[in-house]
Structure formats: C-alpha cells, structure tokens
C-alpha cells in the first residue's frame, strides 16, 4: 500500500465523519423540552404539576417520521385548575400539538 493512498483514505474518511456529526439532527433532552413548555405557559397561570416521557416515540406527520415527546401540564387559570395534554418536536423543540 503506498502511502500516498493511505492518507487519501483517511483524509476521505475523516471527512466524512466530520460532516456527518456536523449535520446530524440532535434530539433535545426531555427535561429541556418541558422547561421550554412551562416557561411558555407560565404568563398564563400558575403551573401546579407537569410531567413529559422520559424517552422519545416515533409519530407519523405529513411529511414523515418523526421523534416527538409527550407530556402535559396542570395550570391554575381564572381560579380552576386546567389539564393540557402536549406533543412536542424532539428535534426542534416546536410544539405540533397543544390541547
């Protein structure tokens, strides 16, 4: 093998990998994301309970698979207590459902 050859391969390979980690979606954690819902809500009323999954599922859209987290929230509003059920991006953190 010559050496010439050698460093092509790898320089070809390092390349790769580097774009690879570049380019690659990052799932953000579940613990992120429902901070990101509370401090959404929290100008609405006072936040009594919440909970999200812990690991992401797969969910069927329009254009395809996607990771989503799942979670909800108990919120004191006008003086009762509200139940809200949200589903949320993994990737990008955008809420794709909220009731």
Known sequence: MKWKDFFTGFTIGAAIGVFTKTYRKKIH???EILNLIKNEMNPYGKIV????????????????????????????????????DFIVDAYTGEILHFE
């Open 49 to 84: 309970g919440s909970w999200i999954l812990a690991q992401p599922e797969r969910m069927q859209s329009g254009e395809g698979t996607t990771l989503v987290y799942k979670g909800g929230i108990t919120q004191i509003r006008e003086g009762e207590r509200k139940y809200m």
């Open 29 to 31: 954690r579940s613990e």
